[in-house]
């Protein structure tokens, strides 16, 4: 079983997907978005409909603050309404919640209790294993292995960690959920407004607890005069003094493990809506985020699910699908005639002088149905080729020149092709097409300026963009060479036109078979949809860069030019 703690979900997706996506009323959906791709991608991570959305009815519950007043204190942005909710997210919420019920994912809140308290409490109570979704740390103390309990944490650039018992003792130095309690006890959060013990972090405290065993052991070692195992005086004079703020801590921390939350468990998932879930996203600008949550559900096992254990263990990260169906399952049922995928493909690439698309010149194209029916040009580009242009393609100035057609010519021809393409109702695809087709455009502009490139494009898929999509948090290079193995198409002669053009073509094929969202578009939705995910795409990556340190990252979302 999945629990979700949505309320660190949607906090996550409302501060990192852009605000700039909003509904008919021009309200930002940008959390309900993220929440909804977050709960489909863990229903297909984990091949099971079995999650549970818990929410904080309560976000600094009374029982809490009686311990601690300053408990989440200084997060208060309202204090006569006691709320911490953004404005522009609260009213995202009601939206969230209409979905998720429609769709059958329970929505678990409790009176007076925080959603930890109910994660806690389901955890205890399921019979079979748990996972905890959740950037929280402190809902690491709910570990357990009588229980199987593990938690799924996301990571900086879109990848998850999962955390069970056995990785504690790596992780942060600890045995088991209880003494990490401890440990967050002694190291503190602010943000929280749970002070720790001054002086002792994370570290520190883990060198404590590895040497005396629990908190109440290092309290009496610090009270005894113990001076070594890390418990100078100065450190002994410290816990000796917040001790009972120390056991404050421990306290607010600890979840309920008996809260009233009123779901039948072996129930879970419910039943899905369809007609409630059309109502619910109408007018809000999430058709594909609820395309996706559907999907996954579908595609999911449900029987085989209520007895799957879903731990953070079951597959290594690398390995895991985090967005499409993995790619030994069944294919979804038969998509409508009118989607993309049932159309005339045809593979697309350019070799090229360079990587810089306004001022890399062509040197050999190729347009690809099958292995059997392609065609190809060699252009003398005009230019030198340089060496590291070379050492990838394998063409020299001297070959080009010698057996190149002129570049303006080839340039004509290309263009001609795309037309004629465009005229059957065909689809180009290619891996990183954006770069292909911007390189074009400057050929164009270069060579045949009376031509409007943009105006005789065909439908474009880029499998790139639509790869990241299917599998946003996959770990790795998206190359075409790995995006290739990992979708199993074999790529005979990287770097040669005609073989890239193929394996892109396979490449949208899988992707096809393996993600109903994807290959149920038609052409029209698949080119809109594409240029939305692309600036979705280049938003998080820009995103990334600055927080890794290059604040003046600038990463061009334009499809499927530049």
Request: glycine residues 6%; negative net charge.
């Amino acid at each position: 079983m999945v629990l979700i703690d949505t309320p660190a979900l949607y906090y996550r997706a409302f501060y990192s997907v852009p605000d700039s996506i909003v509904n008919d009323e021009g309200q930002p959906v940008n959390a309900v978005r993220g929440v909804l791709d977050a709960i489909a991608q863990m229903i297909r991570r984990f091949d099971s409909p079995r999650v549970v959305a818990t929410m904080d009815a309560d976000w600094r519950p009374a029982f809490r603050t009686a311990i601690m007043p300053e408990y989440k204190a200084a997060r208060v942005k309202d204090a006569e309404a006691g709320t911490e909710i953004p404005p522009e997210l609260a009213v995202q919420l009601p939206i969230m919640t209409r979905v998720l019920r429609a769709a059958g994912i329970p929505i678990a809140e409790v009176d007076g209790t925080e959603a930890d308290d109910v994660i806690a409490t389901m955890a205890a109570q399921s019979r079979t294993p748990v996972v905890i979704v959740s950037p929280d740390r402190d809902l690491l103390a709910l570990i357990d292995t009588t229980t199987d309990v593990s938690v799924l944490r996301p990571r900086k650039g879109g990848e998850w960690e999962a955390i069970t018992q056995a990785d504690l003792p790596e992780a942060y130095g600890v045995p088991d959920g209880t003494r990490y309690r401890e440990l967050a006890a002694m190291r503190g959060d602010p943000s929280d407004g749970l002070p720790g013990a001054p002086g002792i972090g994370e570290k520190t405290a883990a060198t404590l607890l590895s040497n005396f065993g629990s908190f109440e052991s290092i309290i009496k070692a610090a009270k005894a005069g113990v001076k070594t195992g890390g418990l100078s005086p100065k450190r002994a004079t410290t816990l000796i003094e917040e001790e009972e703020n120390l056991h404050k801590t421990i306290e607010v921390m600890r979840c309920l493990t008996d809260v009233a939350h009123g779901l039948d468990l072996e129930s879970v998932p419910g039943e899905l809506d369809r007609i409630a879930v059309e109502a619910a996203a109408r007018g809000q600008n999430i058709r594909r985020s609820v395309d996706n949550l559907i999907a996954a559900l579908g595609s999911a096992d449900t029987e085989s699910g209520a007895d799957s254990h879903p731990t953070g263990t079951s597959a290594p990260a690398s390995a895991q699908t985090s967005g499409a169906d993995s790619p030994t399952a069944p294919p979804p049922g038969p998509v409508s005639a009118d989607s993309w995928s049932q159309s005339r493909l045809v593979g697309f690439d350019l070799e090229t002088t360079g990587v810089d698309p306004a001022t890399a010149r062509i040197v050999t194209a190729a347009f690809v149905e099958s292995a059997e029916n392609s065609r190809t040009w060699l252009a003398d580009p005009g230019v030198e080729i340089p060496e590291p242009a070379r050492a990838v393609h394998g063409i020299t100035t001297e070959f080009a020149q010698a057996n190149g057609a002129p570049v303006a010519d080839v340039v004509a021809e290309l263009c001609t092709v795309l037309a004629d393409l465009k005229a059957d109702g065909a689809v180009v695809v290619g891996h990183n097409i954006v770069y292909d087709l911007s390189v074009m455009a400057a050929e164009v502009k270069r060579h045949q300026p009376h031509i409007d490139l943009a105006g005789l494009l065909p439908t474009i898929v880029d499998t790139f963009v639509l790869d990241k999509r299917v599998e946003q948090f996959r770990r790795g290079k998206r190359t075409l060479t790995e995006t290739a193995k990992r979708w199993k198409v074999t790529l005979f002669d990287a770097h040669d036109a005609a073989a890239d053009a193929l394996a892109a073509l396979d490449i949208s094929r899988a992707l096809a078979e393996n993600s109903k969202e994807i290959a149920s578009l038609t052409q029209d939705e698949i080119m809109a949809a594409q240029g939305d995910w692309k600036r979705a795409q280049a938003a998080d990556l820009q995103s990334w860069l600055r927080r890794k340190g290059n604040a003046d990252a600038i990463v061009d979302g334009s499809w499927p030019m530049a």
